[in-house]
T-cell receptor
Framework: DAKTTQPTSMDCAEGRAANLPCNHS???????VYWYRQIHSQGPQYIIH???NNETNEMASLIITEDRKSSTLILPHATLRDTAVYYC???????????FGTGTRLQVFP | GAGVSQSPSNKVTEKGKDVELRCDPI?????LYWYRQSLGQGLEFLIY????????KSGLPSDRFSAERTGGSVSTLTIQRTQQEDSAVYLC???????????????FGSGTRLTVV
């Protein structure tokens, strides 16, 4: 599975958009990009995933560059409850297994 | 139930004892996964089951760890002769598995916090 690189930590003001970047320069054409988050002391929570096209759901938007070497998770209006560790993961085509990295610790402040 | 259920939520055991951790996945989910998370660390993959296929055991750290999934539903993770370094939160997740490569998101349980003293 392709390796991902994320910033260790980020801050965001409440009500503003949080844009979390992820680099996955070795991704292959049939590998999906997944995003999860883990709020303190809870199990990880699925957010969104995509292959080529941008995706949007009730939680977030996922923007994948045309060359697929990077992506950005967008939380349009961050709240204090969005403070968590956000994991960007590339999943291999022939497996359901997800290998979690160290993620980005997002701190939303008032 | 609506979510993934794990039991017990907390377990304290003495070094050298065996422990069993249980996971009830979401009904109809064909894939089941075990991870562990040590204090302040990321998630470490342990094992995953997909339907009737042989499980992917590539993440099990030693032969003291084993897991089974009975009837394609409930799973038990067993740790024999526990050591202090086994102390962690053990997380189970389930999903619908992959369809033509697309895959589905996992739903995680709340975990079992294992403390070996």
């Amino acid at each position: 599975d392709a390796k991902t690189t994320q910033p260790t930590s980020m801050d965001c003001a409440e009500g503003r958009a949080a844009n979390l970047p992820c680099n996955h320069s070795t991704i292959s054409g049939n590998e999906y990009v997944y995003w999860y988050r883990q709020i303190h002391s809870q199990g990880p929570q699925y957010i969104i995933h995509g292959l080529k096209n941008n995706e949007t759901n009730e939680m977030a938007s996922l923007i994948i560059t045309e060359d697929r070497k990077s992506s950005t998770l967008i939380l349009p209006h961050a709240t204090l409850r969005d403070t968590a560790v956000y994991y960007c993961i590339v999943r291999g085509y022939n497996t359901d297994k997800l290998i979690f990295g160290t993620g980005t610790r997002l701190q939303v402040f008032p | 139930g609506a979510g993934v259920s794990q039991s017990p939520s907390n377990k304290v055991t003495e070094k050298g004892k065996d422990v069993e951790l249980r996971c009830d996945p979401i009904s109809g989910h064909t894939a089941l996964y075990w991870y562990r998370q040590s204090l302040g660390q990321g998630l470490e993959f342990l094992i995953y089951f997909q339907g009737n296929s042989a499980p992917d055991k590539s993440g099990l750290p030693s032969d003291r760890f084993s897991a089974e999934r009975t009837g394609g539903s409930v799973s038990t993770l067993t740790i024999q002769r526990t050591q202090q370094e086994d102390s962690a939160v053990y997380l189970c997740a389930s999903s619908l598995g992959s369809e033509r490569g697309r895959g589905y998101g996992y739903t995680f349980g709340s975990g079992t916090r294992l403390t070996v003293v």
